[in-house]
């Protein structure tokens, strides 16, 4: 499949326009003030310990320092440097679709000093220049330096399209000869990856965009040698101890790094949520340009494993704090469980990877589910506050008191000290256009419902479309006679296509193919009913709850507008009776959701324990908003999961 660029997608949706004008005009400039330690912000570290890097980020001045253009010590993590590039390539997706001299020549000062810090070898990461030069390429198992290099070059790319200008794009090109020099199957080389994977995809990201060969290559290199030798960690580590070059002595845990088998002959996603995801992405990639029915299978698999037992009905995925990780299935806690917005973003990745692979529906109802809901949520709406972990169930009071959730905020954070997730945000949803259409052979594929217009080598398609709140999307389209697959999501109800110099060629499940002619005009209608979500029961934390969705949102209730949430109960009978009323505050176009509910009355407050009796309900009314959109008024109680009202049974 081929994807459009995003200089050929314009983006009319009043929704994802806002988003996009948000990113440029607010969420950039900010995080370029964070990162240059330009204003007082509360930097937090993403969970209790006291160990963590918090109060600033430093990250430019780590560069600075490295270029020699400023005098100090490296602060914050190591892998710091990551945050910068990707801001930048959050300046480069957004300079594809809304050009700004002024914000060109601020990302071109801060490349003037990545390039400045870079060594005479090509080797760049400020952590090992100013902290550990004898250690480079030497602790693989925590290092990120491939990691940090596959985010330079993702940024390099996007700043030399939307620019022309080649010179952070050389600095990622030399940086990447510098990492080939040593690492391969030469018995002068390392053959060994880097404890988080990122470059894998990245490479393979730079062998698309200059042809050349190497770099897929090397990709391949990164992917297969994971695992090979299961011991490479460790004797790292002995290493670097018998040699007097540190005294650091870890447990290596090889499910943590994805490392206790070769990548072809996994099967589970486990150990940390992005850097599996990540690895998974990268797989699915290079199965797409050399296939390999090996390394096909393990990615089908681990996306099975993630979708039908791992995943949060957000799209959110990592269910404990313990090592940012992936549990056993069915293990979906709603309170203490992770959903890192950048495994969320990962998922996104993987998911958008796999279609072009193999065009199933499941794999675009995944993109929505998750953009919409786990990667959305990662922001608040002023672009300016962000959360790392993104929870299904808020106690406020539980969540000062219990040192488990520690890692759960009740309310976004100015920053953080380990930054990832800000920047990553940023960079994606700047990119929402990537998403849209893809193309394969003379068909386009339609993915996202999403007002645009595309213009491809010989045609030109257009949505118009108020969704993700309106029914309908108008579809016209100039060119050639080409083949048009529509997504049918899976929330959809009673979705017809009127055609006009068209014609329904085939209706799959999830899918509908359509043959177009020039001036053909398709309109879509379709129902987004407020349905009722019940959980699988090996899903345990779940039983006898019920979620709310509607269209592609899942919706969450705050303590802000319900008092004492948790003794609210669903009627799933009284779904259908539910009404929607305008929102309070700066929400744009959404608004509430109201259920007629059953609340509990009867308990008295000061006992902790009775004996079973009949709880006297009252009618009551839950108001329900996006859960994309908690924790924008406050600090609150949030749920999504509610139990259902009890029935006798005879």
């Given at each position: 499949?081929?994807?459009?660029?995003?200089?050929?997608?314009?983006?009319?949706?009043?929704?994802?326009?806002?988003?996009?004008?948000?990113?440029?005009?607010?969420?950039?400039?900010?995080?370029?003030?964070?990162?240059?330690?330009?204003?007082?912000?509360?930097?937090?570290?993403?969970?209790?310990?006291?160990?963590?890097?918090?109060?600033?980020?430093?990250?430019?001045?780590?560069?600075?320092?490295?270029?020699?253009?400023?005098?100090?010590?490296?602060?914050?993590?190591?892998?710091?440097?990551?945050d910068v590039y990707k801001w930048i390539e959050s300046v480069g997706v957004i300079l594809q679709s809304?050009?700004?001299?002024?914000?060109?020549?601020?990302?071109?000062?801060?490349?003037?000093?990545?390039?400045?810090?870079?060594?005479?070898?090509?080797?760049?990461?400020?952590?090992?220049?100013?902290?550990?030069?004898?250690?480079?390429?030497?602790?693989?198992?925590?290092?990120?330096?491939?990691?940090?290099?596959?985010?330079?070059?993702?940024?390099?790319?996007?700043?030399?399209?939307?620019?022309?200008?080649?010179?952070?794009?050389?600095?990622?090109?030399?940086?990447?000869?510098?990492?080939?020099?040593?690492?391969?199957?030469?018995?002068?080389?390392?053959?060994?990856?880097?404890?988080?994977?990122?470059?894998?995809?990245?490479?393979?990201?730079?062998?698309?965009?200059?042809?050349?060969?190497?770099?897929?290559?090397?990709?391949?290199?990164?992917?297969?040698?994971?695992?090979?030798?299961?011991?490479?960690?460790?004797?790292?580590?002995?290493?670097?101890?018998?040699?007097?070059?540190?005294?650091?002595?870890?447990?290596?845990?090889?499910?943590?790094?994805?490392?206790?088998?070769?990548?072809?002959?996994?099967?589970?996603?486990?150990?940390?949520?992005?850097?599996?995801?990540?690895?998974?992405?990268?797989?699915?990639?290079?199965?797409?340009?050399?296939?390999?029915?090996?390394?096909?299978?393990?990615?089908?698999?681990?996306?099975?494993?993630?979708?039908?037992?791992?995943?949060?009905?957000?799209?959110?995925?990592?269910?404990?704090?313990?090592?940012?990780?992936?549990?056993?299935?069915?293990?979906?806690?709603?309170?203490?469980?992770?959903?890192?917005?950048?495994?969320?973003?990962?998922?996104?990745?993987?998911?958008?990877?796999?279609?072009?692979?193999?065009?199933?529906?499941?794999?675009?109802?995944?993109?929505?589910?998750?953009?919409?809901?786990?990667?959305?949520?990662?922001?608040?709406?002023?672009?300016?506050?962000?959360?790392?972990?993104?929870?299904?169930?808020?106690?406020?009071?539980?969540?000062?008191?219990?040192?488990?959730?520690?890692?759960?905020?009740?309310?976004?954070?100015?920053?953080?000290?380990?930054?990832?997730?800000?920047?990553?945000?940023?960079?994606?949803?700047?990119?929402?256009?990537?998403?849209?259409?893809?193309?394969?052979?003379?068909?386009?594929?339609?993915?996202?419902?999403?007002?645009?217009?595309?213009?491809?080598?010989?045609?030109?398609?257009?949505?118009?479309?108020?969704?993700?709140?309106?029914?309908?999307?108008?579809?016209?389209?100039?060119?050639?006679?080409?083949?048009?697959?529509?997504?049918?999501?899976?929330?959809?109800?009673?979705?017809?296509?009127?055609?006009?110099?068209?014609?329904?060629?085939?209706?799959?499940?999830?899918?509908?193919?359509?043959?177009?002619?020039?001036?053909?005009?398709?309109?879509?209608?379709?129902?987004?009913?407020?349905?009722?979500?019940?959980?699988?029961?090996?899903?345990?934390?779940?039983?006898?709850?019920?979620?709310?969705?509607?269209?592609?949102?899942?919706?969450?209730?705050?303590?802000?507008?319900?008092?004492?949430?948790?003794?609210?109960?669903?009627?799933?009978?009284?779904?259908?009776?539910?009404?929607?009323?305008?929102?309070?505050?700066?929400?744009?176009?959404?608004?509430?959701?109201?259920?007629?509910?059953?609340?509990?009355?009867?308990?008295?407050?000061?006992?902790?324990?009775?004996?079973?009796?009949?709880?006297?309900?009252?009618?009551?009314?839950?108001?329900?908003?996006?859960?994309?959109?908690?924790?924008?008024?406050?600090?609150?109680?949030?749920?999504?999961?509610?139990?259902?009202?009890?029935?006798?049974?005879?």
């Amino acid at each position: 499949m081929r994807e459009f660029e995003l200089t050929n997608v314009k983006i009319t949706s009043d929704f994802w326009k806002n988003y996009l004008k948000l990113i440029k005009e607010e969420t950039i400039p900010y995080q370029l003030q964070v990162l240059k330690d330009d204003i007082a912000v509360d930097v937090q570290a993403e969970r209790k310990d006291d160990s963590l890097p918090a109060g600033k980020s430093h990250a430019i001045e780590n560069f600075k320092i490295a270029a020699g253009l400023s005098e100090g010590e490296h602060f914050g993590w190591f892998f710091q440097d990551s945050d910068v590039y990707k801001w930048i390539e959050s300046v480069g997706v957004i300079l594809q679709s809304q050009p700004d001299a002024d914000l060109e020549i601020q990302a071109d000062e801060v490349i003037d000093i990545i390039e400045k810090a870079q060594e005479n070898d090509g080797y760049l990461d400020t952590y090992f220049q100013l902290k550990y030069p004898k250690l480079k390429y030497r602790q693989l198992y925590f290092s990120h330096e491939l990691y940090c290099a596959g985010h330079l070059i993702e940024a390099a790319i996007a700043y030399d399209k939307a620019t022309g200008k080649g010179k952070l794009l050389t600095v990622a090109k030399r940086f990447v000869d510098n990492i080939a020099e040593h690492f391969g199957y030469e018995d002068n080389q390392i053959q060994g990856a880097d404890g988080h994977q990122e470059i894998e995809l990245a490479l393979v990201k730079l062998y698309d965009y200059t042809g050349d060969d190497r770099y897929l290559r090397l990709a391949q290199f990164f992917i297969d040698v994971r695992g090979k030798d299961v011991d490479f960690y460790q004797k790292e580590v002995d290493a670097n101890l018998a040699e007097g070059l540190s005294d650091d002595n870890p447990i290596i845990d090889l499910e943590y790094l994805q490392a206790y088998a070769q990548p072809q002959n996994q099967k589970h996603a486990v150990g940390h949520a992005v850097r599996m995801l990540y690895m998974a992405t990268g797989m699915a990639k290079v199965v797409s340009r050399d296939f390999d029915s090996d390394l096909y299978q393990a990615c089908l698999e681990i996306w099975d494993d993630i979708v039908k037992r791992k995943m949060y009905v957000t799209g959110g995925v990592g269910s404990t704090v313990h090592g940012e990780a992936f549990v056993g299935p069915y293990d979906l806690p709603n309170d203490t469980m992770y959903c890192e917005t950048c495994a969320a973003i990962a998922l996104l990745y993987f998911a958008y990877e796999m279609f072009q692979i193999s065009p199933k529906a499941e794999y675009i109802d995944v993109m929505e589910r998750v953009l919409y809901n786990g990667i959305l949520s990662g922001a608040a709406i002023d672009g300016k506050h962000f959360f790392y972990v993104n929870p299904l169930e808020v106690d406020v009071d539980s969540c000062h008191h219990n040192p488990g959730k520690g890692h759960v905020k009740t309310q976004r954070p100015d920053w953080l000290g380990c930054a990832c997730c800000p920047p990553n945000f940023a960079r994606t949803i700047g990119s929402i256009g990537r998403y849209i259409y893809l193309e394969s052979g003379s068909g386009i594929y339609l993915n996202l419902y999403i007002a645009s217009q595309l213009q491809g080598a010989d045609f030109t398609l257009e949505q118009k479309t108020n969704f993700p709140y309106g029914n309908t999307v108008d579809i016209i389209y100039h060119g050639p006679q080409k083949s048009l697959y529509l997504q049918e999501p899976y929330w959809a109800e009673e979705l017809v296509v009127d055609c006009e110099r068209a014609h329904i060629l085939q209706k799959e499940e999830h899918r509908v193919k359509v043959f177009l002619e020039d001036g053909a005009h398709l309109i879509l209608h379709f129902k987004q009913s407020i349905l009722g979500i019940i959980c699988n029961p090996e899903v345990r934390e779940n039983i006898g709850k019920i979620a709310i969705q509607k269209g592609p949102f899942i919706y969450c209730a705050q303590s802000v507008q319900n008092a004492d949430l948790k003794y609210y109960r669903i009627d799933p009978k009284l779904i259908g009776q539910s009404y929607f009323e305008e929102m309070e505050e700066n929400f744009k176009e959404c608004v509430n959701l109201k259920i007629p509910c059953q609340k509990v009355e009867c308990w008295q407050k000061e006992t902790l324990y009775q004996f079973d009796i009949e709880n006297t309900n009252v009618l009551s009314e839950l108001v329900l908003i996006p859960y994309y959109l908690w924790g924008n008024q406050g600090e609150t109680d949030m749920q999504v999961w509610f139990p259902m009202v009890r029935r006798n049974t005879t």
